[in-house]
């Protein structure tokens, strides 16, 4: 069964940073690319970025709102994506999600909540 | 990069169709057959229910169905059932590596 498990989110204030864990189990990780997905409460999905494989050079993208704070990147011997999030806004605040590309978003994680607030 | 839209709400009786309208632009949704189709209940991770335009994973009813013309994607949503309330989202490829997500439409069965 493909499983993704979120992990790290927390309480953290403006300015600070956090890194967010995705483990994985249940298929080949490293044959895997890898996103990142964001929703604030009551709000709708925001993709984040990806991450692709050792075969595609590990390349990664991330979404222009984040881009030069957040940081995506993965240790294929752990199965784990990770998700580095440096100076943090109150407009984080929000589920995030690791999710498998497999035809699509074809598997989703439970989600960790962050919460940015002093 | 904007996100695609959708109407907010869409409503049905059971057994009806209902069909959820996702619009973008050449550089995403029309430029790409990558569009993929999301169901959320409250609370829960969003599951995957269309993806490649029209294409259903397994295990998901023939009920649900996708298509494309021009820069509009469209879920619909045949013989309506309880189960079937919950938020939807659509995602494309847009190009540069990225994707983005539709502003979500919340199914209401009547």
């Known amino acids: 069964e493909v499983q993704l498990v979120e992990s790290g989110g927390g309480l953290v204030q403006p300015g600070g940073s956090l890194k967010l864990s995705c483990a994985a189990s249940g298929f080949i990780f490293s044959g895997s690319t890898i996103h990142w997905v964001r929703q604030a409460s009551g709000k709708g999905l925001e993709w984040l970025g990806r991450?692709?494989?050792?075969?595609?050079?590990?390349?990664?993208t991330h979404a222009e709102t984040v881009k030069g704070r957040f940081t995506i990147f993965r240790d294929d011997s752990k199965s784990t994506a990770y998700l580095q999030m440096n100076s943090l806004k109150s407009e984080d605040t929000a589920v995030y999600y690791c999710?498998?590309?497999?035809?699509?978003?074809?598997?989703w994680g439970q989600g960790t909540l962050v919460t940015v607030s002093s | 990069q904007s996100a695609l839209t959708q109407p907010r709400s869409v409503s049905g009786s059971p057994g009806q169709s209902v069909t959820i309208s996702c619009t973008g632009t050449?550089?995403?949704?029309?430029?790409?057959?990558?569009v993929s189709w999301y169901q959320q209940h409250p609370g829960k991770a969003p599951k995957l229910m269309i993806y490649a335009v029209t294409e259903r994973p397994s295990g998901v009813p023939d009920r649900f169905s996708g298509s494309k013309s021009g820069n509009t994607a469209s879920l619909t949503i045949s013989g309506l059932q309880a189960e079937d309330e919950a938020d939807y989202y659509c995602c494309s490829f847009a190009g540069s590596d990225t994707d983005v997500f539709g502003t979500g439409t919340e199914v209401t069965v009547l």
């Open positions: 991450i692709r494989t050792k075969a595609n050079t590990y390349a990664t």
């Open positions: 050449s550089t995403d949704v029309g430029g790409y057959n990558y």
């Open positions: 999710t498998r590309e497999f035809l699509a978003h074809d598997s």
